[in-house]
C-alpha cells in the first residue's frame, strides 16, 4: 500500500480505508491510486472484516473525479480502452468483496470518484452545503467510463441515470438520497455513525421505481433514445458534442445486459476520450486549473464596499455576500438600491436555497446610502458608469476616507488605469477589477494593472477573484483590455453583414455553425445595444474600428435590445422571435469566416502587445469571458489546428474582398 492510503481497523472489527492524496489539496484517480486501491482491497478482504467504510481525509472531499491531467496525455484508444478495462477490473473487486462497503462521502464526489461509490454496496452523504455528487463528464467530451452507466442505471434507474449523465448537474446529499444515488444524508458529524450503521444493519438496497426500470426495457428504449436525442440537440449539435449522442446510442444498445454494457463503455468512452472535442475540452478544463493557479496570495477581503447600485454593483455585491463576505453598498440615495436589493434576494434564494443560509446573505448584504462602510472595507470597488471624469472625482472622496492598506478597484470595462489614477495620492492601490455580465453567470473577471498599480496590489486583487469564485486573469490596461476589444470586432462584423442585406438569424446560424453558445446578433441584443455602442466607439479611436450606422439608429430609436423589447430582434418573454435561419443562398462557412476571423485576428494582436502574456492565457481569457466555442480549445489554438498559413491567406483574400479591417496582424508570425 503506498502513502495515498491508509488502512485502520477498530475494535469493532470494521475496516477504514483513508484516501489522502500525497501532495495534493484534493483526491484524484490517478493509474497509482487506483493500482494501490487494488492492492488495498486485497489487504483488507485477507483481514475479514466485519465490513468496509472508504472515506477521504481531505477537508474539500471525498474524489473529484479522475485525473484529468492524464487524460490530456493519451492519445491512442487501444492504450485508453487498457487502462479503463483495468479500473473496471477494481472496481469489480470492490463490488464482488462479501462483507459490506460503504462509502462515505462529504465535499466533492464527482465523476470517477462517484463511479467508485457506486461500487460499494452503500453510501452515507454530508447534508453540509459543499456536498457535490455527480456525473461531470460530459463536459470534458465524454460520459462515465469506470462502470458509472452500468451501476447508476442500477442504483438510480435508467431516465433518472441518464439525465443525471446528460446534463452534468451536481446534487446535494439530500437530492442524491431522494434519486437513490445514496442511502443515508446525514449532517457530517453523523457520517461515522450512520456508516457504523448501514454495516451492522445491512439494509436491502431500495430498487428504482417501476417507471425508471420500464424505460430501459428493449421495446422502449428507441423511443426513450429519440426522446433524448431530441432534447440534448436543444443544447449542443452532435458534430461539435458527441458525447452525449454516444451515450444515449451505448445504452440503447446495451442496457439491461452488464457484461456487453461495460465492453460497450470502455470502447466508447476510449474512442471518445482520444478524439478532438474530447481533448480540446479537456485543454479548457486545465486552462481553468491555470488561472486558479495564477492566484499566489491568500489575502481575503473581509469586507468589500461597493460604490454603484446598479446592474453591474449591485450584482458583483450580492455576488461578494453570497459568497460570505460582508458588503456594503453604496449609491446616491436609498431609492436607488432598491432593485438591487431586490435582485440579491432574488440570488440568494436560488442558489442557496437553504433559508437559513439565505438569510445569513441577506444580514451580510447592506445597503449603505451614505458611504459609511468605506472607511472599514478592506476593498472598494467603484462600479458607476464609464466616464473618466466622474470616476476621478468619485475616487478624490472615497481615498482619503480609505484605511491604510484597502484596495481601491474600478469595474470599468475599457477605460485605461492610468487616465483614472492620475491624482490619486496612492495610485499603486488602484486595480481594475472587470467583471462581466452576468454576475453570476459569467465566471471570469479581468484583473487590470495599470503603469502605477502596485505589484503587491495585483497580487491581492487576483487573489480576492479566485476567493470569490471567479477565474482571475491578469491583463495589461489598454483600451478595452482582451474581452471586449477582441469580441467587439466580431459583433461589428455581423452588424455590417446586416447592413449587407443579411437576415439577423443567417448571421448567427454562421456563428452557431462554427460552435459559438449564441450567435453575434442575438448576443448584441442581449447585452444591450447602447452599451455595445459605447464600447464600440470607446475603441473606435484607438483600433481604427468602424462603428456601423445602424446601431446608432436602433439606439436612437430607442431599440436596446432585449432590455427594450425590441433590438435586431423583437423579444418576449426574454427571448427572441426568429424565423428560421436556413437559406441555401447564404454560404455560412464564408460567413463565419468573416466572423470568426475578425476576432481570432485581433486575440492575436492582444498576444503580440502584450496584452495577455501568453498564448494560453489568450485562450482562456476568451473561452471565459466571450464563449469561445470551448471544443475548439480556444481561439489561438483553433488558428493553430487549421494552419496559420491557411488563415494568414484567407485573412488577405477577406482585406481585398472587403477592406482594410481584415489586413492580418503582425503577430500572426509568433504563433507560426
Same mark, same amino acid.
Given at each position: 500500500?503506498?502513502?495515498?492510503?491508509?488502512?485502520?481497523?477498530?475494535?469493532?472489527?470494521?475496516?477504514?480505508?483513508?484516501?489522502?492524496?500525497?501532495?495534493?489539496?484534493?483526491?484524484?484517480?490517478?493509474?497509482?491510486?487506483?493500482?494501490?486501491?487494488?492492492?488495498?482491497?486485497?489487504?483488507?478482504?485477507?483481514?475479514?472484516?466485519?465490513?468496509?467504510?472508504?472515506?477521504?481525509?481531505?477537508?474539500?472531499?471525498?474524489?473529484?473525479?479522475?485525473?484529468?491531467?492524464?487524460?490530456?496525455?493519451?492519445?491512442?484508444?487501444?492504450?485508453?480502452?487498457?487502462?479503463?478495462?483495468?479500473?473496471?477490473?477494481?472496481?469489480?473487486?470492490?463490488?464482488?468483496?462479501?462483507?459490506?462497503?460503504?462509502?462515505?462521502?462529504?465535499?466533492?464526489?464527482?465523476?470517477?470518484?462517484?463511479?467508485?461509490?457506486?461500487?460499494?454496496?452503500?453510501?452515507?452523504?454530508?447534508?453540509?452545503?459543499?456536498?457535490?455528487?455527480?456525473?461531470?463528464?460530459?463536459?470534458?467530451?465524454?460520459?462515465?467510463?469506470?462502470?458509472?452507466?452500468?451501476?447508476?442505471?442500477?442504483?438510480?434507474?435508467?431516465?433518472?441515470?441518464?439525465?443525471?449523465?446528460?446534463?452534468?448537474?451536481?446534487?446535494?446529499?439530500?437530492?442524491?438520497?431522494?434519486?437513490?444515488?445514496?442511502?443515508?444524508?446525514?449532517?457530517?458529524?453523523?457520517?461515522?455513525?450512520?456508516?457504523?450503521?448501514?454495516?451492522?444493519?445491512?439494509?436491502?438496497?431500495?430498487?428504482?421505481?417501476?417507471?425508471?426500470?420500464?424505460?430501459?426495457?428493449?421495446?422502449?428504449?428507441?423511443?426513450?433514445?429519440?426522446?433524448?436525442?431530441?432534447?440534448?440537440?436543444?443544447?449542443?449539435?452532435?458534430?461539435?458534442?458527441?458525447?452525449?449522442?454516444?451515450?444515449?446510442?451505448?445504452?440503447?444498445?446495451?442496457?439491461?445486459?452488464?457484461?456487453?454494457?461495460?465492453?460497450?463503455?470502455?470502447?466508447?468512452?476510449?474512442?471518445?476520450?482520444?478524439?478532438?472535442?474530447?481533448?480540446?475540452?479537456?485543454?479548457?478544463?486545465?486552462?481553468?486549473?491555470?488561472?486558479?493557479?495564477?492566484?499566489?496570495?491568500?489575502?481575503?477581503?473581509?469586507?468589500?464596499?461597493?460604490?454603484?447600485?446598479?446592474?453591474?454593483?449591485?450584482?458583483?455585491?450580492?455576488?461578494?455576500?453570497?459568497?460570505?463576505?460582508?458588503?456594503?453598498?453604496?449609491?446616491?440615495?436609498?431609492?436607488?438600491?432598491?432593485?438591487?436589493?431586490?435582485?440579491?434576494?432574488?440570488?440568494?434564494?436560488?442558489?442557496?436555497?437553504?433559508?437559513?443560509?439565505?438569510?445569513?446573505?441577506?444580514?451580510?448584504?447592506?445597503?449603505?446610502?451614505?458611504?459609511?462602510?468605506?472607511?472599514?472595507?478592506?476593498?472598494?470597488?467603484?462600479?458607476?458608469?464609464?466616464?473618466?471624469?466622474?470616476?476621478?472625482?468619485?475616487?478624490?472622496?472615497?481615498?482619503?476616507?480609505?484605511?491604510?492598506?484597502?484596495?481601491?478597484?474600478?469595474?470599468?470595462?475599457?477605460?485605461?488605469?492610468?487616465?483614472?489614477?492620475?491624482?490619486?495620492?496612492?495610485?499603486?492601490?488602484?486595480?481594475?477589477?472587470?467583471?462581466?455580465?452576468?454576475?453570476?453567470?459569467?465566471?471570469?473577471?479581468?484583473?487590470?494593472?495599470?503603469?502605477?498599480?502596485?505589484?503587491?496590489?495585483?497580487?491581492?486583487?487576483?487573489?480576492?477573484?479566485?476567493?470569490?469564485?471567479?477565474?482571475?486573469?491578469?491583463?495589461?490596461?489598454?483600451?478595452?483590455?482582451?474581452?471586449?476589444?477582441?469580441?467587439?470586432?466580431?459583433?461589428?462584423?455581423?452588424?455590417?453583414?446586416?447592413?449587407?442585406?443579411?437576415?439577423?438569424?443567417?448571421?448567427?446560424?454562421?456563428?452557431?455553425?462554427?460552435?459559438?453558445?449564441?450567435?453575434?446578433?442575438?448576443?448584441?441584443?442581449?447585452?444591450?445595444?447602447?452599451?455595445?455602442?459605447?464600447?464600440?466607439?470607446?475603441?473606435?479611436?484607438?483600433?481604427?474600428?468602424?462603428?456601423?450606422?445602424?446601431?446608432?439608429?436602433?439606439?436612437?430609436?430607442?431599440?436596446? /435590445?432585449?432590455?427594450?423589447?425590441?433590438?435586431?430582434?423583437?423579444?418576449?418573454?426574454?427571448?427572441?422571435?426568429?424565423?428560421?435561419?436556413?437559406?441555401?443562398?447564404?454560404?455560412?462557412?464564408?460567413?463565419?469566416?468573416?466572423?470568426?476571423?475578425?476576432?481570432?485576428?485581433?486575440?492575436?494582436?492582444?498576444?503580440?502587445? /502584450?496584452?495577455?502574456?501568453?498564448?494560453?492565457?489568450?485562450?482562456?481569457?476568451?473561452?471565459?469571458?466571450?464563449?469561445?466555442?470551448?471544443?475548439?480549445?480556444?481561439?489561438?489554438?483553433?488558428?493553430?489546428?487549421?494552419?496559420?498559413?491557411?488563415?494568414?491567406?484567407?485573412?488577405?483574400?477577406?482585406?481585398?474582398?472587403?477592406?482594410?479591417?481584415?489586413?492580418?496582424?503582425?503577430?500572426?508570425?509568433?504563433?507560426?
Amino acid at each position: 500500500m503506498n502513502n495515498d492510503w491508509r488502512l485502520e481497523v477498530d475494535d469493532r472489527n470494521i475496516a477504514w480505508l483513508h484516501l489522502d492524496r500525497a501532495g495534493s489539496g484534493t483526491n484524484v484517480l490517478t493509474t497509482q491510486i487506483l493500482e494501490a486501491l487494488d492492492e488495498a482491497l486485497v489487504a483488507v478482504a485477507q483481514r475479514h472484516p466485519k465490513g468496509l467504510v472508504i472515506l477521504s481525509d481531505k477537508p474539500s472531499g471525498f474524489i473529484a473525479g479522475a485525473d484529468v491531467k492524464s487524460f490530456a496525455r493519451l492519445t491512442d484508444a487501444a492504450e485508453a480502452e487498457a487502462l479503463i478495462h483495468r479500473a473496471h477490473d477494481i472496481f469489480h473487486r470492490l463490488e464482488s468483496l462479501s462483507f459490506p462497503t460503504v462509502a462515505m462521502i462529504h465535499g466533492f464526489c464527482l465523476g470517477g470518484g462517484l463511479e467508485l461509490a457506486l461500487a460499494c454496496r452503500y453510501r452515507v452523504a454530508s447534508t453540509e452545503p459543499d456536498t457535490r455528487i455527480g456525473f461531470p463528464e460530459v463536459r470534458l467530451g465524454i460520459f462515465p467510463g469506470f462502470g458509472g452507466t452500468v451501476r447508476g442505471v442500477r442504483r438510480m434507474g435508467h431516465l433518472r441515470a441518464l439525465e443525471l449523465m446528460l446534463s452534468g448537474r451536481n446534487l446535494d446529499a439530500r437530492a442524491a438520497r431522494r434519486q437513490g444515488l445514496v442511502e443515508l444524508a446525514v449532517p457530517r458529524r453523523q457520517l461515522r455513525n450512520a456508516a457504523v450503521k448501514l454495516i451492522e444493519e445491512q439494509p436491502t438496497p431500495r430498487p428504482p421505481p417501476l417507471a425508471q426500470r420500464l424505460a430501459g426495457t428493449a421495446p422502449l428504449r428507441p423511443l426513450v433514445a429519440r426522446l433524448m436525442k431530441n432534447q440534448v440537440r436543444k443544447r449542443a449539435r452532435p458534430d461539435h458534442y458527441p458525447a452525449p449522442y454516444r451515450l444515449i446510442d451505448h445504452w440503447r444498445r446495451t442496457a439491461g445486459r452488464a457484461g456487453a454494457m461495460y465492453q460497450s463503455e470502455a470502447r466508447t468512452v476510449a474512442g471518445l476520450l482520444t478524439g478532438a472535442t474530447a481533448q480540446n475540452l479537456i485543454r479548457v478544463f486545465l486552462l481553468q486549473d491555470r488561472l486558479k493557479s495564477l492566484a499566489e496570495s491568500n489575502f481575503q477581503a473581509r469586507h468589500v464596499h461597493v460604490v454603484g447600485g446598479g446592474v453591474m454593483g449591485g450584482d458583483i455585491a450580492a455576488w461578494c455576500a453570497m459568497r460570505g463576505l460582508t458588503v456594503t453598498l453604496q449609491d446616491r440615495a436609498p431609492e436607488y438600491l432598491t432593485r438591487a436589493v431586490q435582485r440579491a434576494h432574488d440570488l440568494f434564494r436560488k442558489r442557496l436555497k437553504d433559508r437559513y443560509r439565505v438569510q445569513e446573505a441577506v444580514d451580510r448584504y447592506i445597503p449603505d446610502p451614505e458611504g459609511l462602510g468605506a472607511a472599514r472595507a478592506d476593498l472598494v470597488i467603484e462600479a458607476i458608469f464609464e466616464d473618466a471624469d466622474a470616476k476621478r472625482a468619485l475616487y478624490a472622496e472615497l481615498e482619503p476616507r480609505m484605511k491604510p492598506g484597502a484596495l481601491l478597484a474600478t469595474n470599468t470595462s475599457g477605460i485605461p488605469l492610468e487616465l483614472l489614477s492620475r491624482d490619486l495620492e496612492q495610485s499603486g492601490r488602484l486595480v481594475g477589477l472587470h467583471f462581466f455580465n452576468p454576475v453570476a453567470k459569467m465566471p471570469l473577471v479581468e484583473v487590470v494593472r495599470g503603469d502605477n498599480t502596485a505589484p503587491e496590489t495585483l497580487a491581492l486583487a487576483t487573489a480576492f477573484a479566485k476567493g470569490i469564485g471567479k477565474l482571475p486573469l491578469p491583463v495589461k490596461s489598454h483600451p478595452g483590455f482582451l474581452v471586449n476589444r477582441v469580441l467587439m470586432p466580431y459583433l461589428v462584423e455581423a452588424v455590417i453583414l446586416y447592413e449587407e442585406g443579411m437576415r439577423p438569424e443567417v448571421i448567427d446560424e454562421a456563428a452557431l455553425a462554427f460552435g459559438m453558445p449564441m450567435g453575434p446578433i442575438e448576443l448584441a441584443d442581449t447585452v444591450g445595444l447602447d452599451i455595445a455602442l459605447s464600447v464600440a466607439r470607446e475603441l473606435a479611436e484607438p483600433f481604427g474600428l468602424e462603428v456601423p450606422g445602424v446601431l446608432a439608429t436602433l439606439v436612437e430609436e430607442g431599440r436596446l /435590445g432585449r432590455k427594450s423589447g425590441r433590438g435586431f430582434y423583437h423579444w418576449e418573454k426574454g427571448k427572441p422571435k426568429k424565423e428560421k435561419a436556413a437559406d441555401g443562398g447564404n454560404d455560412l462557412e464564408a460567413l463565419g469566416d468573416r466572423l470568426i476571423l475578425r476576432l481570432v485576428n485581433e486575440a492575436v494582436a492582444c498576444l503580440r502587445e /502584450g496584452i495577455i502574456e501568453e498564448a494560453d492565457l489568450v485562450d482562456a481569457g476568451i473561452v471565459f469571458g466571450t464563449g469561445f466555442a470551448p471544443f475548439h480549445g480556444g481561439p489561438l489554438h483553433w488558428a493553430r489546428q487549421q494552419g496559420v498559413d491557411k488563415l494568414v491567406a484567407r485573412l488577405e483574400a477577406l482585406a481585398r474582398e472587403q477592406g482594410e479591417r481584415f489586413q492580418p496582424d503582425e503577430g500572426w508570425k509568433m504563433l507560426a
